[in-house]
């Protein structure tokens, strides 16, 4: 049986996740706003614009339309800066494993991302021609945990959304993949993605056996 197994980028291939804190608590620190990691948790799986209105609230600091703007600007321009340099070395450990496994069985290997610089850092890590579709936040409207970016990898794979597999760091992220009723496999601690259907803490412990029983099922 053919399955479509969709990955989130941020944390879950690469992660990224360490380059947009940087860029957005350059961003926060400017406003004179206390931007944490813990709060950085509150971004993930979030479009830039939601983001960077999460921020605003932290600090209880209002801006106008047009600041806003340049900020979000400023913010790709200094993370881009940090992407310069990446290569291979940024993918996740276990994950390039997986990906040449569903690779050699055949399956549909698609992105499911809000990044809107996906495209770049799957050339730049060199695992770009693994993807059979990309759909990132260029090619969407509504942000997780609305399911569009899900639904649409799974119709570009001309696969129908309860065959298709997904893989994520984020809360809204699984509740996007479970309300397009598609099986949720989270990527990182259980207690925070306790809505998806099986937790691993990487790539590392996902094995042969477990992707056989997802294509099987």
Same mark, same amino acid.
Request: glycine residues 6%.
């Given at each position: 049986?053919?399955?479509?197994?969709?990955?989130?980028?941020?944390?879950v291939i690469v992660?990224?996740?360490?380059?947009?804190?940087?860029?957005? #608590? &350059?961003?926060?620190?400017? $406003?004179?706003?206390?931007?944490?990691?813990?709060?950085? @948790?509150? +971004?993930? %799986? *979030? !479009?830039?614009?939601?983001?960077?209105?999460?921020?605003?609230?932290?600090?209880?600091?209002?801006?106008?339309?047009?600041?806003?703007?340049?900020?979000?600007? #400023? &913010?790709?321009?200094?993370? $881009?800066?940090?992407?310069?340099?990446?290569?291979?070395? @940024?993918? +996740?450990? %276990? *994950? !390039?494993?997986?990906?040449?496994?569903?690779?050699?069985?055949?399956?549909?290997?698609?992105?499911?991302?809000?990044?809107?610089?996906?495209?770049?850092?799957?050339? &730049?890590?060199?695992?770009?021609?693994?993807f059979d579709a990309?759909?990132?936040?260029?090619?969407?409207?509504?942000?997780?945990?609305?399911?569009?970016?899900?639904?649409?990898?799974?119709?570009?794979?001309?696969?129908?959304?309860?065959?298709?597999?997904?893989?994520?760091?984020?809360?809204?992220?699984?509740?996007?993949?479970?309300?397009?009723?598609?099986?949720?496999?989270?990527?990182?601690?259980?207690?925070?993605?306790?809505?998806?259907?099986?937790?691993?803490?990487?790539?590392?412990?996902?094995?042969?056996?477990?992707?056989?029983?997802?294509?099987?099922?």
């Amino acid at each position: 049986m053919k399955k479509a197994f969709i990955f989130d980028l941020d944390g879950v291939i690469v992660d990224t996740a360490k380059y947009h804190f940087l860029a957005w #608590q &350059k961003i926060a620190e400017a $406003l004179n706003i206390n931007f944490t990691h813990e709060h950085n @948790e509150l +971004l993930k %799986g *979030v !479009s830039r614009v939601r983001s960077l209105d999460i921020i605003l609230e932290l600090g209880n600091v209002q801006v106008s339309r047009a600041d806003k703007d340049k900020m979000l600007i #400023q &913010k790709n321009e200094d993370y $881009l800066s940090y992407l310069i340099d990446m290569d291979e070395s @940024e993918i +996740l450990p %276990g *994950v !390039s494993k997986i990906l040449k496994l569903l690779k050699d069985k055949n399956q549909g290997i698609a992105l499911g991302s809000a990044s809107k610089n996906a495209r770049p850092i799957l050339e &730049k890590t060199g695992i770009l021609s693994y993807f059979d579709a990309i759909v990132d936040g260029n090619d969407v409207t509504n942000a997780k945990p609305d399911p569009e970016v899900f639904l649409k990898a799974a119709q570009l794979l001309n696969i129908e959304p309860k065959n298709a597999i997904v893989f994520e760091d984020s809360v809204a992220g699984i509740q996007a993949a479970n309300i397009a009723e598609m099986v949720s496999v989270g990527i990182g601690e259980e207690t925070i993605l306790q809505e998806a259907d099986y937790v691993f803490k990487d790539f590392t412990f996902v094995d042969e056996n477990f992707i056989n029983r997802l294509i099987s099922q």
